[in-house]
């Protein structure tokens, strides 16, 4: 069996975005998502970059880190100081 192409891939993302109702859904979207939810959940930067292959330092963890740190730091204040 051979290797699927990007291509391929593009096409069955897009069928099935599109079957589901999800037209406005993208793999930027999706791979985002994830990053987001991994630095709320606790995973470190570094971890976020390799796990979803950007490059060490890469500006768009560290944007979406950014966002999400404030985010933390509001609700951990919130716990802490009532």
């Known amino acids: 069996c051979a290797p699927m ?24 979207a999706l791979r985002r998502g994830w990053a987001v939810h991994a630095v709320r959940s606790g995973v470190s930067q570094v971890s976020v970059e390799r796990l979803g292959g950007w490059a060490s330092g890469s500006p ?9 740190g404030q985010e933390l730091a509001l609700d951990e204040a919130r716990r802490k100081l009532g």
């Open 5 to 28: 192409t990007a291509n391929a891939a593009r096409l069955m993302f897009e069928r099935r975005r599109h079957a589901a109702g999800l037209d406005h859904l993208s793999p930027h």
């Open 60 to 68: 768009m963890v560290a944007r979406y880190s950014r966002t999400v």
